[in-house]
């Protein structure tokens, strides 16, 4: 019954587009979206089976093949789609250095704010997914890269920068500083759970982290005195 869409169009990573459905259709979509994504983060790509899609979404197997194609389609616009929406609840860094006392409070609100979401089950969970799947759909790969960059490290990168330029940062390279503060801070418990994910989190350990990494950055990146001055 599989069949595919060679017309649908595909978004510029080559995750094929489902079209928006009919009002009648919608929670027929809904539907079958819900049960794609708890059979592919429950299962992985490879064991998931449309079958088992169809009878947690409780739509019929004919109804599935119509919306979607087929699995490796499902998949794809299934998490491609959930991609953008990681980073949905993240307060944008600007806003966060700019309302906060200090500098160093700042970067540990906003560092710790990314480490929290990112460290949510079903982040890690989908995190592990596409990590396992991305040789199959390196588009997958392409695609989390740059949501990540549009919404964390693009908006960090000109808060920084403007910093630097009133002086307050010495910051030769901001992209690569950006790369180094998430490094740092929530990379660190971002990359445990990646892979032991039963490790608990605990969030005096993670507050540690975060502030150890804040002061590891700044004590790079704060401007030194020149020879000379008083």
């Known amino acids: 019954m599989s069949a595919d869409h060679p017309r649908d169009p595909l978004d510029e ?8 459905p009919s009002e009648a259709a919608s929670r027929k979509r809904r539907a079958i979206i819900d049960a794609a994504l708890a059979e592919f983060l429950a299962e ?10 169809t009878k947690r979404s409780g739509v ?15 998949f794809l616009a299934v998490v491609g789609g959930v991609l953008p929406q990681t980073y949905a609840d993240l307060t944008p860094a600007g806003t966060t250095l700019a309302t906060a006392p200090d500098l160093r409070t700042g970067l540990i609100r906003h560092t710790t704010e990314l480490a929290r979401i990112l460290l949510r089950p079903e982040i890690m969970s989908l995190r ?9 759909f390196p588009q ?12 964390n490290n693009a908006p960090l990168v000109e808060a920084l ?14 992209s690569l500083a950006v790369q180094q503060l998430f490094a740092a801070t929530a990379g660190i418990p971002q990359l445990i759970h990646t892979f032991a ?15 150890a990494g804040v002061d590891l950055f700044l004590a790079r990146y704060t401007p030194r005195p020149s020879a000379g001055a008083a």
């Open 44 to 53: 992985g790509y490879s064991a998931a089976s449309m079958d088992s899609i």
């Open 161 to 174: 920068t403007a910093l630097a330029t009133r002086g307050e940062l010495d910051l030769p390279d901001p």
């Open 128 to 136: 592990r997914l596409v990590i396992g799947e991305i040789d199959r």
């Open 13 to 20: 990573y080559g995750i094929p587009t489902i079209p928006d």
């Open 60 to 74: 019929s197997k004919a109804t599935v093949y119509k919306h979607v194609g087929s699995k490796e389609r499902l």
């Open 197 to 211: 994910p039963t490790t608990p989190a605990d969030p005096a350990t993670l507050a540690t982290q975060i502030a």
């Open 140 to 151: 997958l790969g392409a695609l989390w890269y740059r949501v990540t960059y549009d919404m």
